[in-house]
Every structure is written in C-alpha cells, then in structure tokens.
C-alpha cells in the first residue's frame, strides 16, 4: 500500500467518525430542541420527516454533481456545511431559522453520506481487499461520542449552542485539513490534486453514466430494509421495552447503547469475515442474526432478554449497509464506464433515507392498531429477505479474501482496479 491510499484512508475515516458524531448530537437532542424552539408535538414529526426527505435530494444532486467534481471535493465542502448547520440549530431562535437550518442540514447530509461512500468504495477497489465496514465502523465511533456528548449536555443542563459549539470549533478544522488527502478514482491521486485535475484519470474521473435502475433494485430493497431495522431500534427501543416488557425508564435506555456498541464491534471485525469467506456468507449471516434478534425481542419475557435481542440485532444489522455500498461498487466496476461507481452510490444512497422514513411509522402503526411484539415480526421477515437477494452481493474472492475460487482467466493482469 502506498502512502498516499493509507493517509486516504485515515482522512475517510476521520470524515465518517465526524459525521457520525454531527448526527448523533442533532437527533439524540430532539427534545431539547423542541422545547428551544416552542414547537408543537404535531408539527414535529413534519420536521423529523423533512431531514431526510431533503437528505434524498441531496444524494440525488450529488449523482449529478460528481458528473462535474470530484467526490473529494463534494465532500470537502459538505462536512463544513452539516457542522455549520447543526451549529445553526444551536443557536437560532425562532421555527423560520430552524426550517432553515434542518433544511441545510438536511441536503448538506445527503450529499455527504454520498460522497462518503463514493470515495469509501473506490478506495476498497484500490486496496483489492474489504475495508468498507472500517469506514462504518468509524461512523458508529462518532454516533457513541456524540450521543454520550448530548447525554452531558442534557445532564448538565447545558443550552444548545453551548453542547455544539465546541465540538464544531474542532471538527471543521479537522475536517478541511483531513480533507487534503482524500483520495478520487482508484487510488491514483489526492483531493490537492484533483483541485488541479491531477491523479488519476484526470479531469474525466467524475464523468459518465450510471448502471439501470433494474440491476440496482435488489440492494435498492437490501438497503431499504436494514434501514427500516435500523430506525425501527433507534425510536421503539427504549419505548418497547418499558411499555412492552416493563422495564424501569433507567433500563429502558440501555438497549440502543447496546445496539451502538455492538454495531461498532460488528464492523470493526467485519472486514475479516468478508475477506475469510467472502461478502454472501457475511451478508446472509447478517441477516439470519437479525432476523433472530427481531424474534427475540418480539417473544422476550422479560427486559433483559428484550436485551439481548437488541444485542443480536447489532451485530446482524450492522453489515448490511456498509457491504450493499461496496456491492453497488463492484456491480458499477463490471459495468466499465466511468462514473458508474459514483452514480450507482448515489443512487442507492437514497434508499437510506426511504428506510428511514418508512421504518419508525411502520412500526408505530402496526403497534397501535395490532401489538408492539407483533410490529416486531414485520422488519424481521424484511430483514429474512435479504438472504434471498444475497447473491447480488457476489464479490470475486481472489480480490476481497473470501473462499478459494480461481481468478477467472479475463481478470489476470487486469491490476488492482480489476478495469
């Protein structure tokens, strides 16, 4: 590995862990923030909906941005724009300036998420190995850091912009200077010099089309789902397992602790399972523990074995994301046209944002009109579809460490970008 693909590497990482704590500071405040602004429990939701709505737009935007500039520029720029605006929320003081602030937020965020990954994946593709789940594994670092910053925050009573501010003070410092060692395309050239239009492939490394809609769909639906499992323990954990199981209010916040600390540990370890045995065996095994963890906590007697199912459900959940990323990657390499790699991350990435959505109402719904451990069943049986699509998740293990296979013989030579 040369110098240059390992300080990308380390800057990424840096731009996921970031990122990671930004977002875990805005959504684990919510109620803070609320009571700051004086807003309604029923408009609430309609800006809880908004940040992820203008999320898709951005990662939409992106698909047609990186057709321009690089990912590393993208990205650059929008991690500024994310801190700058959860800063915002901090410190405005009437419902017109949060709107403006949750909408910047909101597209600066999907624009980052995409370009994130855009560059997480093309640096895989130059190292030849899986590294994608280090890069995730680095986000949910950040989210554990900020949630336990926003936990200060609310415990010691600290207004908004006093939680914030320090931690955007570091960040966006950090961040541009991180930033000059990102690395575009295969590996071949850093953020600086794509400022020039040096590194690889020059200026034309962000042009070109996208792979069809068709061939994306089923890690369009892969995403889609974990998503929905995702959100599903971010926002009933804690009720779930006071309501349903009858846990003290204390208790009740340890599960999507657990959920965090698990989904780290998960990632920092899944890289060497997907080069052992490859990203199908990682993927559908993944999926059989969650949906696991989904029957666990939809049968728990008890709280405490209400904890264990969310234990199981971090570490299953947590490498669906990160390797439907890099599949799309490895499908847009076979397609062979520049930029394939770029929109196909783009693309997929708005199916974060639809999981999300679709996954915490779905819940609530089914909750109201049936029962909580019976909505539980719902995202388990979506989960259990994923060993369906794993195939889709197809790597060539000669390049990503997983089984024995022979490389087929139009690979040799083709070198480490497999083009």
């Known amino acids: ?7 990308g590497r380390a800057s990424l ?10 977002f875990a500071l805005l959504v684990t405040r919510i109620p803070a923030i609320q009571d700051r602004y004086g807003v309604s429990d029923a408009l609430l939701p309609v800006f809880l909906a908004a940040v992820p709505v203008l999320a898709g737009v951005g990662s939409v935007l992106s698909e047609r941005l990186v057709r321009r500039v690089r990912p590393s520029r993208l990205l650059r720029w ?92 570091v960040l966006v410092p950090a961040a541009l200077v ?4 990102y690395v575009d395309g295969g590996g071949g050239g850093s953020a600086e010099e794509a400022e ?34 995702d959100s599903t323990v971010s926002n009933w954990s804690a009720k779930y397992l006071q309501d349903v199981l009858g846990s003290s209010e204390q208790l009740a916040t ?26 199908v065996a990682v993927v559908r095994g993944g999926a059989v523990v969650a949906a696991v963890g989904f029957a666990v906590v939809a049968g728990a007697p008890g709280a405490w074995t ?12 947590c490498v669906l994301v990160p390797q439907t990323f890099a599949a799309a990657g490895r499908l847009a390499e076979r397609d062979g046209r520049p930029g394939a790699s770029d929109a196909a991350v783009a693309r997929l990435n708005v199916f974060n944002y639809v999981g999300f959505l679709i996954g915490s109402p779905l819940v609530g ?51 480490s970008n497999g083009l």
């Open 306 to 317: 209400g904890m264990l199912g969310f234990t199981l459900l971090g570490l299953g959940l």
């Open 196 to 229: 020039t239009g040096g590194g690889a492939g020059g200026a034309e490394a962000g042009v070109g089309g996208g792979i069809g809609f068709r061939v994306l769909l089923p890690l369009c639906l892969v995403m889609t789902f974990a998503y929905i499992g």
């Open 178 to 181: 991180g930033s000059r060692w």
């Open 1 to 7: 590995m040369t110098d240059v693909l390992r300080r």
């Open 254 to 279: 340890v599960p999507y602790n657990v959920y965090m600390v698990t989904t780290l540990v998960g990632r920092a370890v899944g890289d060497f399972g997907v080069r052992r045995f490859g990203a």
């Open 78 to 169: 929008s991690q500024p724009v994310v801190l700058l605006a959860l800063l915002g929320v901090g410190t405005g003081d009437r419902v017109a300036l949060l709107a403006v602030a949750l909408a910047v937020f909101g597209l600066a965020v999907g624009a980052l998420d995409a370009s994130m990954n855009m560059l997480g994946v093309s640096l895989q593709r130059a190292y030849g190995r899986s590294i994608m789940l280090g890069f995730h594994a680095a986000y949910s670092l950040g989210g554990i850091l900020g949630a336990s910053l926003a936990w200060a925050g609310a415990h010691w009573d600290l207004a908004l912009w006093v939680s914030y501010l320090p931690v955007v003070v």
């Open 13 to 22: 990482a840096f731009g996921f862990f970031a990122q990671g704590v930004a």
């Open 365 to 415: 719904a089914l909750g109201g009109a049936w029962s909580y451990r019976g909505a539980m069943l719902v995202p388990m049986v979506l989960v259990l579809v994923t060993v369906v699509y794993a195939r889709s998740f197809g790597d060539r293990p000669d390049r990503y460490g997983g089984g024995h296979e022979r490389p087929r013989t139009a690979d040799v030579g083709r070198g």
